[in-house]
């Protein structure tokens, strides 16, 4: 099993940055595909960014490419999202997940665990 924990989210205004981090328990965190997901009001959770077991491999939502960067130290059993360039409608709360399933990666179906959110609040 895999415990998942964010940190980092705040208020900043427009164009400003924040790093967000999620922090994991268990011995097998360096196997697990993480993810960042985002959810605002009224809208359906998003991926946003991800990175696998190695880090070799990274994927972003369209609308966060050249903006945002995932990274992970599975030394430290964490996986980090510097935000830049930030826009207000970047406005939601940030979730990671963890996977070891093959599958759409984009989807929230293929995510076992989850951590409890952060808020990140872009004001203009």
């Known amino acids: 099993q895999v415990q998942l924990v964010e940190s980092g989210g705040g208020l900043v205004q427009a164009g400003g940055s924040l790093r967000l981090s999620c922090a994991a328990s268990g011995r097998t965190f360096s196997s697990y595909y993480i993810a960042w997901f985002r959810q605002a009001p009224t809208n359906l959770r998003e991926f946003v960014a991800g990175?696998?077991?190695?880090?070799?491999?990274?994927a972003y939502v369209d609308s966060v490419k050249g903006r945002f960067t995932v990274s992970r130290d599975n030394a430290k059993s964490t996986v980090y999202l510097q935000m830049n360039s930030l826009k207000p409608e970047d406005t939601a709360v940030y979730y990671c997940a963890a996977t070891r399933r093959p599958g759409s990666l984009t989807s929230t179906l293929l995510y076992d665990y989850w951590g409890q959110g952060t808020q990140v609040t872009v004001s203009s």
């Open positions: 990175i696998s077991s190695t880090g070799g491999t990274t």
